[in-house]
Every structure is written in C-alpha cells, then in structure tokens.
C-alpha cells in the first residue's frame, strides 16, 4: 500500500493535546442542590484520585485516538496497488462550435432574447456578447458545462486530466495536472465559438497527447453538428458524450450571407447582399422582418418571406468612400432553435487615398485621366533624375509613372508604371520596333485588365521587348508582349526594382488608347490595386447550412462507443471522503465536550 499524501501523517500529533486534555485537572461547577450529604461522601474521591486513575474512561479516550488515526488515514489517501495501477489520465475534447448554443425546445424561450440589447437603432450586441448570452441560454450549453464540471469532479486523488477546445486552431484550455482547483478555472474559460468547428484537429492533438500513457482516454462532448466529418480512426478510442439530442431535424431560419463589397471599378460605391434561409422542416414559407443598420443608424427595415428550402435575397447599393459597419437582424415570426445566426455584422474600411507621381515632360490626356480619377492626388516631377523613392509624394507609397523617361538607377518604389521605356533596365530589354501591332491575346483575370476592352484600340506603332525573366504578358500582338510586367503583389520583388511594375509598351501618341474608356479602367485598376483595405468585408457568420442542426438519420457518424457515466460520489462539490473526516472529526469534538462536562469521573 502507498499514500498518495504522506506527509499528512503529520496531523497524527493532535493525538498529544487530545490526551493533555484528559489529564488536565477538571474545574469544578458549582451547582444549587438540596442537600450536600451525598455529595460530601464523594469529594475525597474526586479531588485525591491518583494520576492513573484519571485514565478510567480509556474507552472515550481510545474512541477519539482511533477516530484521529482513521482521519488522517483518510487526509493521506491510501493506495491500494491495484487502484496505484489504475490512475487514469483523461482528456476532455469540448465542442464548442455555435450549434452548441442552440435551443432543443424553441418553443420555449421567446425570439430574440439570446441577443436583444435594446432598440434596434442603438446597434446590435458585439459577437462575443450575443455568444455569451446565447449559451446562458442554451440548455446545450449548460449541460455541457455541467457534465465536463462532472466528470472533472470525478478524478480521483491520483488522476489527470487535460482541457481541449476543438476551436480552429485548437486551444489547450488546461495542460496535464491533477490540480483541482487549476480544472476548474479551465472550466472558466470554455465558451463557444462564432461558426462551425472542425473537430479533427482537436481529435488529433487528444491523440497526441494520450500518446506513450497508459490508462489513457478521451472524452469528446458535441452535439453532433460537425462542419467536417472526421475519419473513423479519428474517433478510435474517443467515448463521445452527447448534448441536445434530438429526434428530428430542429426548426431554425438564419442569415446565410450577409456581405459588402466595394466596386471594382467605381470608387467608393459598395454593394451589400444578404441571404435567408428557412431550414424549418413541415414546408411552410416563414415571415420574418429583417432590420439592416449602418454605423448604428436603421439604413433600411423588410417585412420578408422565406419560402422552405428556397433562398431569400437582397441587395443594396450605395455610394460612400468612408468606413461603414453595417448590422443585419432577423425577427423570424415563429420559434426558433438557434439566435445565433438571426444576426450578423460586416465591415467595410474607409479607402485610402493613393498618390501618383508623373515623370513626365508634360502630356494633357494622361493628366486629365488622372484628374478623372478618384481618391488620387497626384504631382508631375521633371526630369527623372529629381525623382528621389518612395517619400516623393508627401511620404506614403505611391504609384509612379513614368511616361517616355526611365526611371533613375536603383528605383525601387511601391509599383512603376512604364510607359513605352527605352533601352533596357530591370523590366527587360528593348529590342526593335513593331508596325501596326493587332492585340492577339488579352488576359482578361489579371488585376489591371479586369474591364479593359482592347477590340477597338488601333496602335500605330509599338516597342519589341524581350521581357524580363518571372515578368507576365498580359496583352500580346502574335508573341510580341504589349503590357507585361510583375503585378502579383508585393514582397517578391528583388532589390534595386519596384514591388509591382508594368510595362505599357507602345507610345500614347502613336496609339488612340487614352482617347477609349479603357485607359482610364486600366489607370483605376493600377490605383485600386494598391489601397491597403480590403475589398470584401469581413462578416460575422456563424455558417451557412450547418447550422440547420440536422441529425444524421441512425447517428451513423457516431458509431464509437458512449461511456457510461461515472458516478463522482461528490455532494455539494466535495468528496465522499471529506464529509467522512469531518463527522469524525465532529465526533471526536462532541465526546471530548461530553467529556468535559462531566461531574465526576
């Protein structure tokens, strides 16, 4: 036998005052009585007993020795072998994906109280605040806490457990220990997440975890709405725990799309879609109204309709080059399972300003489709050798063009524009002259093509270039490049050469190209390639059709093997064990009190 906590042993010396109280000298109560005849018979006896003879109660005595030894017996935590050879180590894997916070019965709480806060016009709750009261009212959520609160309380003295949050990536929420108290705080900072989750990544770090220890396991806890189906050995040796069991498919209607885009071609105009869908099973349409906020405001309120199994869309459009938040609530008019995905949020960031420099002696048609643009400053520098980098526009990153000048030694700016360069340089080498050029292929996916029509620019005359080494044609005349260069993105450039750069390799005065609508695209799409927002916004989804909370007809996918519960012999959050010591140790008080109070002995 082995203890698990020896050094308890330690306790064992309260047995010394115990006995010192016993042989303490009683103080005598007085007492009224009606007569002191009896009393005067006894109190030789009481007051000139010897020393040993106050030991007569040895049964009390002995009773309170052995109720002390059994305490510390039990404060040590013996070990018998078999149970020193069974520690376990467990590793619990948690769901924690937003189907976790769904409702069973939506019937039950009224529409809307997951996220409310307030009138619509103050905006909508953040995510993680319509996350945290969805799960508060979730009955999944809360068993999922209380069965991991469970099997956490029941670890023996001897065993370890660790704490997986199948997040992507994964979160270790509490690394291997047989520390109560650290599980606990684990316990703390679970809390589900804003989408659907893939589980394997989490199934393979369990796995790794319980790697080389024996009497390992692991536990998974889900509600069996998985955006990834794990592989079959991905579930070997998993004993799956299931919350929110349904046995059909749950009644839920949500945003699937919910979205703002700017335009490619205009400046500032940006267009914002939304998308319903009614996965309520019976075949009934759903009536709902749907509230659309921007920067806190209402923008735009629909009474809809959402047929089952059938989209419901809409579009808005609008002009604005500012930064606009736009919120998006649905109020679907029967009971739903799952708030979460009735609201969403989407982001559209300001745009940015881009300055261009001009190299050039001077040219009226590339200056007025600079003027065109929007959201561009832009300044002529002459001649090329006073361009100095980067800092020549007032500090921020521009796009330079230079128009029949080449650009100074060791010019390496953000992006260069070339037109009709001469000579050789990092772009290549100009070879000869072609004659009346015919575009014969157009790559119409590259960013600065995108819009661009070719079909009807006559060029009199352009440059035969041989391109530089890793440069892309966009447009060519029967294998002679007419726009090519590196406009892939930043960072790859090499030294002494600008990150993107393109070579427009004919001469505007020999060409009608900035007398067409496609030269001032083709200027947009350089200028709109460089501004650092993104042009799609970043939503706040928790998934497409995932989130319907179907259940697999058979729970095929779940085919591992439940674990039966453990019973955690645990009572208002204490071990059996420790109520035991304490009414001993209740006990071992009460009889030294009776003691105490005796008369005689």
Same mark, same amino acid.
């Given at each position: 036998?082995?203890?698990?906590?020896?050094?308890?042993?330690?306790?064992?010396?309260?047995?010394?005052?115990?006995?010192?109280?016993?042989?303490?000298?009683?103080?005598?109560?007085?007492?009224?009585?009606?007569?002191?005849?009896?009393?005067?018979?006894?109190?030789?006896?009481?007051?000139?007993?010897?020393?040993?003879?106050?030991?007569?109660?040895?049964?009390?005595?002995?009773?309170?020795?052995?109720?002390?030894?059994?305490?510390?017996?039990?404060?040590?935590?013996?070990?018998?072998?078999?149970?020193?050879?069974?520690?376990?180590?467990?590793?619990?894997?948690?769901?924690?994906?937003?189907?976790?916070?769904?409702?069973?019965?939506?019937?039950?709480?009224?529409?809307?109280?997951?996220?409310?806060?307030?009138? /619509?016009?103050?905006? =909508?709750? &953040? !995510?993680? %605040?319509?996350?945290? $009261? #969805?799960?508060?009212?979730?009955? *999944?959520?809360?068993?999922?806490?209380?069965?991991?609160?469970?099997?956490?309380?029941?670890?023996?003295?001897?065993?370890?457990?660790?704490?997986?949050?199948?997040?992507?990536?994964?979160?270790?929420?509490?690394?291997?220990?047989?520390?109560?108290?650290?599980?606990?705080?684990?316990?703390?900072?679970?809390?589900?997440?804003?989408?659907?989750?893939?589980?394997?990544?989490?199934?393979?770090?369990?796995?790794?975890?319980?790697?080389?220890?024996?009497?390992?396991?692991?536990?998974?806890?889900?509600?069996?709405?998985?955006?990834?189906?794990?592989?079959?050995?991905?579930?070997?040796?998993?004993?799956?725990?299931?919350?929110?069991?349904?046995?059909?498919?749950?009644?839920?209607?949500?945003?699937?799309?919910?979205? /703002?885009?700017?335009? =490619?071609? &205009? !400046?500032? %105009?940006?267009?914002? $879609? #939304?998308?319903?869908?009614?996965? *309520?099973?019976?075949?009934?349409?759903?009536?709902?109204?749907?509230?659309?906020?921007?920067?806190?405001?209402?923008?735009?309120?629909?009474?809809?309709?959402?047929?089952?199994?059938?989209?419901?869309?809409?579009?808005?459009?609008?002009?604005?080059?500012?930064?606009?938040?736009?919120?998006?609530?649905?109020?679907?008019?029967?009971?739903?399972?799952?708030?979460?995905?009735?609201?969403?949020?989407?982001?559209?960031?300001?745009?940015?300003?881009?300055?261009?420099?001009?190299?050039?002696?001077?040219?009226?048609?590339?200056?007025?489709?600079?003027?065109?643009?929007?959201?561009?400053?832009?300044?002529?520098?002459?001649?090329?050798?006073?361009?100095?980098?980067?800092?020549?526009?007032?500090?921020?990153?521009?796009?330079?063009?230079?128009?029949?000048?080449? !650009?100074? %030694?060791?010019?390496?700016?953000?992006?260069?524009?070339?037109?009709?360069?001469?000579?050789?340089?990092?772009?290549?080498?100009?070879?000869?002259?072609?004659?009346?050029?015919?575009?014969?292929?157009?790559?119409?996916?590259?960013?600065?093509?995108?819009?661009?029509?070719?079909?009807?620019?006559?060029?009199?005359?352009?440059?035969?270039?041989?391109?530089?080494?890793?440069?892309?044609?966009?447009?060519?005349?029967?294998?002679?490049?007419?726009?090519?260069?590196?406009?892939?993105?930043?960072?790859?450039?090499?030294?002494?050469?600008?990150?993107?750069?393109?070579?427009?390799?004919?001469?505007?005065?020999?060409?009608?190209?900035?007398?067409?609508?496609?030269?001032?695209?083709?200027?947009?799409?350089?200028?709109?390639?460089?501004?650092?927002?993104?042009?799609?916004?970043?939503?706040?989804?928790?998934?497409?059709?995932?989130?319907?909370?179907?259940?697999?007809?058979?729970?095929?996918?779940?085919?591992?093997?439940?674990?039966?519960?453990?019973?955690?012999?645990?009572?208002?959050?204490?071990?059996?064990?420790?109520?035991?010591?304490?009414?001993?140790?209740?006990?071992?008080?009460?009889?030294?009190?009776?003691?105490?109070?005796?008369?005689?002995?």
């Amino acid at each position: 036998m082995t203890f698990a906590a020896p050094f308890l042993f330690w306790f064992a010396l309260l047995a010394l005052p115990i006995i010192a109280f016993y042989l303490i000298k009683q103080q005598l109560r007085l007492k009224p009585v009606t007569t002191v005849l009896f009393w005067q018979q006894l109190r030789p006896a009481v007051h000139n007993a010897p020393l040993w003879r106050r030991l007569r109660r040895w049964f009390s005595l002995l009773l309170q020795l052995i109720i002390l030894a059994l305490i510390v017996f039990a404060l040590a935590r013996p070990l018998f072998p078999w149970q020193a050879a069974g520690a376990q180590s467990l590793v619990l894997v948690v769901d924690p994906s937003v189907s976790m916070t769904a409702v069973d019965d939506p019937a039950a709480p009224a529409e809307g109280e997951a996220f409310a806060a307030g009138d /619509a016009a103050d905006g =909508l709750p &953040s !995510p993680d %605040e319509r996350l945290d $009261a #969805a799960a508060a009212a979730s009955p *999944r959520w809360q068993d999922t806490l209380r069965l991991i609160e469970a099997r956490l309380g029941a670890l023996d003295f001897e065993d370890e457990a660790a704490v997986i949050l199948a997040s992507d990536p994964p979160q270790i929420i509490a690394s291997w220990t047989n520390n109560q108290r650290q599980l606990r705080e684990a316990l703390g900072r679970v809390r589900p997440q804003g989408g659907p989750s893939d589980i394997r990544p989490a199934l393979a770090l369990a796995h790794n975890l319980v790697e080389g220890r024996e009497s390992a396991g692991i536990e998974f806890i889900t509600d069996g709405v998985w955006s990834d189906e794990p592989e079959e050995e991905e579930l070997a040796g998993v004993a799956i725990r299931r919350v929110g069991v349904v046995e059909e498919p749950a009644a839920n209607s949500g945003l699937t799309l919910f979205s /703002a885009r700017r335009s =490619l071609g &205009s !400046p500032g %105009e940006y267009q914002l $879609a #939304a998308i319903i869908e009614n996965n *309520r099973p019976g075949g009934e349409p759903l009536q709902g109204q749907l509230e659309i906020l921007r920067n806190g405001g209402i923008m735009d309120v629909l009474e809809v309709e959402v047929p089952t199994g059938q989209p419901w869309r809409k579009e808005w459009r609008a002009t604005d080059a500012g930064e606009a938040v736009f919120e998006a609530r649905f109020l679907p008019a029967a009971p739903d399972a799952l708030a979460m995905d009735n609201a969403a949020q989407s982001r559209l960031d300001a745009l940015q300003a881009v300055d261009v420099v001009l190299v050039s002696e001077g040219y009226p048609f590339l200056e007025a489709a600079l003027d065109a643009q929007g959201l561009v400053t832009w300044q002529r520098v002459w001649p090329p050798e006073t361009v100095t980098g980067p800092d020549a526009a007032g500090g921020r990153e521009s796009l330079y063009i230079f128009h029949e000048a080449p !650009p100074p %030694e060791g010019f390496a700016g953000r992006a260069a524009l070339l037109v009709n360069p001469q000579g050789e340089g990092f772009w290549g080498a100009r070879e000869g002259v072609v004659e009346k050029p015919l575009v014969s292929s157009l790559d119409r996916e590259a960013e600065p093509m995108r819009y661009v029509d070719f079909s009807l620019v006559n060029i009199l005359e352009a440059g035969q270039y041989a391109p530089a080494a890793g440069a892309e044609t966009l447009a060519e005349s029967f294998g002679d490049p007419l726009i090519f260069g590196q406009w892939g993105g930043p960072g790859g450039a090499a030294d002494g050469q600008p990150d993107r750069w393109l070579v427009l390799g004919f001469p505007l005065e020999k060409s009608d190209f900035v007398f067409r609508t496609a030269f001032p695209i083709f200027l947009g799409n350089l200028v709109q390639g460089l501004r650092d927002n993104s042009m799609l916004s970043s939503g706040e989804l928790p998934g497409p059709v995932e989130t319907s909370l179907e259940v697999t007809a058979g729970e095929e996918r779940l085919a591992a093997a439940e674990a039966d519960e453990l019973p955690t012999w645990n009572y208002a959050g204490f071990p059996l064990w420790w109520w035991l010591a304490l009414g001993g140790f209740a006990v071992l008080l009460g009889e030294w009190f009776s003691y105490a109070r005796r008369m005689t002995e």
